[in-house]
């Protein structure tokens, strides 16, 4: 892999955000990750660590509902 040691920044195809804008994605140095809607100047940073924690949070809970719910259906079809 080769290390990040400028910005990079990509704009998403489709359309994420509740105005119908898109997600412009900024890949900084220093394991840095922005977003910010298209034509838009504000800008929301975070790291990559925290998000791939949510990612990670987000489908255990996905799992864990759907786990959840097969047993619900299984015991409703006694």
């Known amino acids: 892999m080769t290390p990040l040691r400028k910005p990079v920044t990509r704009l998403s195809t489709d359309s994420v955000t509740r105005n119908g804008r898109n997600l412009v ?3 900084g140095p220093g394991a840095l990750i922005g977003f910010r809607e298209h034509g838009r100047r504000r800008i929301y940073t975070t790291t990559i660590g925290a998000c791939a924690s ?14 959840l719910a ?9």
Do not use: S
Not at 70 to 78: T, V
């Open 25 to 27: 994605v900024i890949l």
């Open 54 to 67: 949510l990612a990670m949070k987000q489908t255990a809970a996905a799992q864990r509902a759907a786990k």
């Open 70 to 78: 097969a047993r619900a259906a299984k015991g409703k079809g006694k």
